[in-house]
């Protein structure tokens, strides 16, 4: 339904598909679904190993496919609209990367390109799927700005989350690591991935992840999130008081709330 009928982007079906497989069906696919009751799914959800976030989306997806059930085949009730919500965690949590932090990360990359991806997603705030499908012609030496125009996620390019196509300043230090790269011998031409996988194919996202908690544990850095790179760039444009609506088009948020989260950060979160 959210795929074929919703149409949303391959990376939320692919997570969809995830959390259903891993934690939604191993407890209830042998339920029959009128006898799934509001103390189940209560039990169910505060056995979750999960974040917060994740254990809210699982109980959106729980509450949506119950919904499903009732308009399309005379389900009478949905037994999650009275389950009791966990707590988010505040937005004071959000967690990156100091400085320091980052370029340990970059010091113990496995490669330059892994390093060069990781300055670009610290100091673009570029998201993985916007990083992988990145190609030469988005990357403007001369006016020092990176064109987000798509995202690749498994095996499937597509427009930014957003929907929208962006431009992001492109730091000293982000120029310098993409110079390096551009300096290779073939496959530079503005049709081009800038970052390349196997067989000048576009890099493959879980091994780049994987990648990326190596360098982590090489490094002996906090176990972050790959996203948290991401965080650590609307961060410091929160912090360098840049206006709301310029940190949401940077950033591209659909919603100005998401963004909103950074302007209430803790001082004490910015090294």
Same mark, same amino acid.
Not at 121 to 138: M, N, P, S, V
Not at 175 to 181: C, G, P
């Given at each position: 339904y959210i795929e074929h009928d919703r149409l949303r982007k391959p990376s939320t079906v692919a997570t969809y598909r995830s959390l259903l497989r891993s934690q939604i069906l191993p407890t209830f696919a042998d339920q029959p679904i009128e006898a799934i009751t509001t103390a189940m799914i209560e039990s169910w959800i505060a056995r979750v190993d999960r974040t917060p976030a994740t254990r809210m989306k699982l109980l959106a997806m729980v509450?949506?496919?119950?919904?499903?059930?009732?308009?399309?085949?005379?389900?009478?009730?949905?037994?999650?609209?009275?389950?009791?919500?966990?707590?988010?965690?505040?937005?004071?949590?959000?967690?990156?990367?100091?400085?320091?932090?980052?370029? $340990?990360?970059?010091?113990?990359?496995?490669?330059?390109?892994?390093?060069?991806? #990781?300055?670009?997603?610290? #100091?673009?705030?570029?998201?993985?799927?916007?990083?992988?499908?990145?190609?030469?012609?988005?990357?403007?030496?001369?006016?020092?700005?990176?064109?987000?125009?798509?995202?690749?996620?498994?095996?499937?390019?597509?427009?930014?989350?957003?929907?929208?196509?962006?431009?992001?300043?492109?730091?000293?230090?982000?120029?310098? $690591?993409?110079?390096?790269?551009?300096?290779?011998?073939?496959?530079?031409?503005?049709d081009d991935v800038v970052f390349l996988g196997d067989g000048g194919s576009y890099v493959n996202g879980s091994a780049l992840r994987r990648r990326y908690d190596a360098a982590i544990k090489r490094g002996g850095l906090r176990r972050l999130r790959f996203h948290d790179l991401r965080h650590t760039f609307g961060t410091a444009l929160a912090e360098a008081g840049v206006d709301l609506a310029v940190m949401q088009a940077l950033l591209g948020h659909a919603h100005v709330d998401t963004t909103a989260r950074y302007i209430h950060l803790a001082p004490a979160h910015v090294k």
């Open positions: 509450h949506g496919i119950f919904q499903r059930a009732r308009k399309v085949w005379g389900l009478t009730v949905n037994p999650a609209v009275d389950v009791e919500k966990p707590p988010l965690r505040s937005t004071g949590d959000i967690e990156v990367f100091a400085p320091e932090e980052v370029w $340990a990360l970059v010091r113990a990359a496995a490669s330059e390109q892994d390093a060069a991806i #990781f300055v670009t997603a610290a #100091f673009t705030g570029l998201r993985r799927g916007e990083l992988i499908a990145l190609h030469w012609r988005d990357v403007d030496f001369a006016g020092s700005v990176i064109r987000v125009r798509a995202s690749y996620h498994e095996g499937v390019l597509s427009t930014p989350k957003s929907g929208k196509v962006r431009s992001v300043p492109m730091a000293p230090d982000v120029a310098s $690591a993409l110079a390096k790269l551009g300096d290779r011998r073939e496959q530079v031409g503005d």
